[in-house]
């Protein structure tokens, strides 16, 4: 999920490819990452939009399709519930930043945060 993001996952294709049955994988994937599998997919699809919008040169709409989601309202509704702005804000709002940010400290500072993860390690 972390390299193929962009790719149409789903929970029963990613079972196959663990060898296990749909809710076998759901049940374990939760256990291990403490979300389902696509809240982890949906969380690395909006890091690299986060990126893509700081970049500027992509509209919100390429940005969506981007990262593989086929819905801008659902990729703007899920945006705005991780990041707390809609994608157009925050698109606005990345090219206030007046030097520019190493990548790797980028990556962590704007990290969505599920609601009751603060504080938690990364699932990584």
């Known amino acids: 999920m972390d390299r193929d993001y962009e790719q149409p996952l789903d929970v ?12 076998h994988f759901s049940r374990s994937f939760r256990e291990a ?6 809240g982890y997919l949906m969380t690395r699809r909006i890091e690299r939009a986060k990126a893509l919008l700081r970049r500027g040169d992509l509209s919100v709409t390429e940005v969506c399709f981007a ?15 991780l990041v707390g702005e809609s994608p157009s804000a925050y698109r606005a709002r990345s090219h206030e930043v007046a030097a520019p940010i190493p ?19 990364s699932p990584r």
């Open 12 to 23: 029963e294709a990613l079972a196959r490819v663990a060898l296990m049955s749909s809710g």
């Open 67 to 81: 990262v593989g989601c086929t819905s801008l309202g659902s990729f703007s509704s899920r945006f705005s519930e």
């Open 103 to 121: 990548a790797c400290i980028v990556k962590v500072q704007t990290r969505p945060v599920r609601n009751g993860e603060a504080g938690q390690a």
């Open 33 to 38: 990452y403490g979300e389902t599998p696509y």
